[in-house]
């Protein structure tokens, strides 16, 4: 019965000038909805109420198990959309904390903040306000002569004198539940046709009731997008904060303005982030590795004590001490195991390389599982497609392959075998035998002493 939270998201997002649904636009890595989600949702303790309307189906989708969601048919302002969530939260709740889904940089903790200091207060409303130099669009919260706030204004019906107001709305509130569905019925259809959420401060203070301000003392935690110029400032403001904990959680980044690493990512202690390096999805990187310049890592996992230079890491599993680069490009499905070294321009896909392989030159290794110590010359293709299917290479450990050499799949190279500069090997090579030419043939049997 404690504090539920609503986030309205049914908005048409016009001044986007977008197909896309504008809180499906990305931001640090996610959806704009998602970074609401996760703080009021750490705030409450619960997942949210999500209004949605236009974009419906993609917004739910995108949004999945985390919310219940209601649906605005028509977009009627955010009174409207506010009352969407009636059936739902009445008698649910006894406060109800309300954002939006293009305010992605407030925080959980200034959500709680809010919600800690209405519960203080014995008024309906606590709302959020920022001081700020640009208005943005906002409403501007007006205070009587006695310091108390009277009204929030939006821009378009303010007057010249309240225009030059600097304390706007930041558009978060808490409300108190039993107050506010039976209040929601009272906002009067504005000159635009929308019921305006903002008109609930009017409301209670013409009956007498107070109306909280609280704050932000970080102002760019107020960065709403209503366009795609606010998207890049606040993509900008989050990098920014996303750099600065990782620095003081002990990673160095030698350039954060260049330095991109999406919301949720994970690094370890000593990890050392070179310029222009993107860390992107779900990706979680050890301690003390050395990643860039110039590099890219997508949805992979990296151990501790790897070193990746101007390469591109995608849906990939590195172990520890890996060294990649310069320009390697793992693919889906690549497994690099303790130790192995993959030099310049090499590309793995799929493929499984043991503890300490060897692949220093110019190689593709492509549906192969390639055993502990082998070593892969410049030059090795595993032709892994005919045409019409992919096959498998499986190199067992401690084989020896020779520069340039062609491995035509479906196809087994034995332990400690070898294959000649140059060979095109189209059949299994049995353990310790050396292959060579074209096609390669066995030319001799390896003895301890090789
Ligand atoms: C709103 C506030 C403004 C505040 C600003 C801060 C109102 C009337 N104005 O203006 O005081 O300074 O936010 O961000 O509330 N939405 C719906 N259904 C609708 C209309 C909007 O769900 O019918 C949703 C939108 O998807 C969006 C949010 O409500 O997530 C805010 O709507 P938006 O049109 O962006 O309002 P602002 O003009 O920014
Ligand atoms: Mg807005």
């Known amino acids: 019965m404690s504090t539920t939270s609503?986030?309205?998201?049914?908005?048409?997002?016009?001044?986007?000038?977008?197909?896309?649904?504008?809180?499906?636009?990305?931001?640090?890595?996610?959806?704009?909805?998602?970074?609401?989600?996760?703080?009021?949702?750490?705030?409450?303790?619960?997942?949210?109420?999500?209004?949605?309307?236009?974009?419906?189906?993609?917004?739910?989708?995108?949004?999945?198990?985390?919310?219940?969601?209601?649906?605005?048919e028509e977009q009627?302002?955010?009174?409207?959309?506010?009352?969407?969530?009636?059936?739902?939260?009445?008698?649910?709740?006894?406060?109800v904390l309300v954002t939006s889904a293009d305010l992605p940089l407030l925080t959980s903790q200034t959500f709680l903040n809010l919600i800690d200091e209405h519960k203080k207060q014995p008024g309906p409303i606590t709302l959020l306000t920022a001081i700020l130099e640009d208005a943005r669009g906002f409403g501007q919260v007006v205070r009587g002569s006695d310091g108390q706030v009277q009204a929030i204004v939006e821009q378009a019906q303010a007057t010249p004198d309240q225009l030059n107001i600097r304390e706007l709305?930041?558009?978060?509130?808490?409300?108190?539940?039993?107050?506010?569905?039976?209040?929601?019925?009272?906002?009067?259809?504005?000159?635009?046709?929308?019921?305006y959420l903002t008109d609930l401060v009017g409301i209670a203070v013409e009956h007498g009731l107070a109306v909280k301000a609280q704050t932000l003392s970080d102002?760019?935690?107020?960065?709403?997008?209503?366009t795609r110029v606010h998207l890049a400032e606040a993509e900008e403001a989050l990098r920014q904060r996303i750099n600065r904990d990782f620095?003081?959680?002990g990673v160095t980044i030698v350039d954060p303005k260049t330095t991109y690493i999406d919301a949720g990512v994970s690094i370890g202690q000593d990890t050392t982030i070179w310029p222009n390096t993107l860390l992107q999805g779900e990706t979680f990187?050890?301690?003390?590795?050395?990643?860039?310049?110039n590099t890219v890592v997508r949805h992979s996992?990296?151990?501790?004590?790897?070193?990746?230079?101007?390469?591109?890491?995608?849906?990939?599993?590195?172990?520890?001490?890996?060294?990649?680069?310069p320009f390697g490009h793992l693919r889906k499905g690549s497994h690099l195991a303790d130790g192995v070294h993959m030099g310049n321009f090499g590309e793995v896909k799929n493929s499984h390389l043991g503890p300490g392989v060897k692949m220093g030159h110019f190689?593709?290794?492509?549906?192969?599982?390639?055993?502990?110590?082998?070593?892969?010359?410049?030059?090795?293709?595993?032709?892994?497609?005919?045409?019409?299917?992919?096959?498998?290479?499986?190199?067992?450990?401690?084989?020896?392959?020779?520069?340039?050499?062609?491995?035509?799949?479906?196809?087994?190279?034995?332990?400690?075998?070898?294959?000649?500069?140059?060979?095109?090997?189209?059949?299994?090579v049995p353990d310790k035998t050396v292959v060579a030419g074209i096609p390669a043939r066995a030319i001799r049997k390896l003895d301890n002493s090789d």
Request: proline share 4%; with cysteine.
């Open 219 to 226: 102002v760019s935690e107020s960065i709403g997008i209503n």
């Open 301 to 325: 996992k990296m151990g501790a004590g790897c070193r990746v230079l101007a390469s591109v890491i995608e849906h990939a599993v590195i172990e520890n001490n890996v060294n990649i680069g």
């Open 285 to 293: 990187i050890g301690k003390e590795c050395t990643l860039g310049p």
């Open 6 to 72: 609503v986030i309205l998201a049914a908005g048409f997002g016009t001044r986007m000038r977008s197909k896309l649904p504008k809180v499906l636009h990305p931001i640090g890595g996610h959806p704009m909805i998602w970074h609401a989600l996760q703080a009021v949702k750490t705030a409450t303790g619960k997942p949210p109420v999500v209004v949605i309307g236009h974009g419906a189906e993609d917004v739910r989708e995108a949004v999945g198990e985390n919310a219940t969601f209601t649906i605005q």
């Open 247 to 249: 620095m003081l959680s």
């Open 169 to 195: 709305n930041v558009g978060a509130y808490c409300f108190d539940a039993k107050w506010l569905w039976d209040a929601l019925k009272r906002i009067p259809i504005s000159s635009k046709g929308e019921y």
């Open 76 to 95: 009627l302002g955010t009174g409207h959309a506010l009352q969407q969530a009636e059936s739902l939260l009445r008698n649910k709740t006894k406060y």
């Open 363 to 428: 190689s593709y290794i492509g549906d192969a599982t390639i055993g502990q110590d082998v070593n892969i010359g410049a030059g090795t293709i595993t032709c892994n497609y005919d045409g019409k299917d992919k096959h498998h290479t499986h190199i067992e450990a401690g084989a020896f392959i020779g520069s340039d050499t062609m491995l035509v799949a479906p196809i087994k190279v034995g332990k400690a075998a070898r294959t000649g500069a140059g060979s095109v090997v189209t059949k299994d």
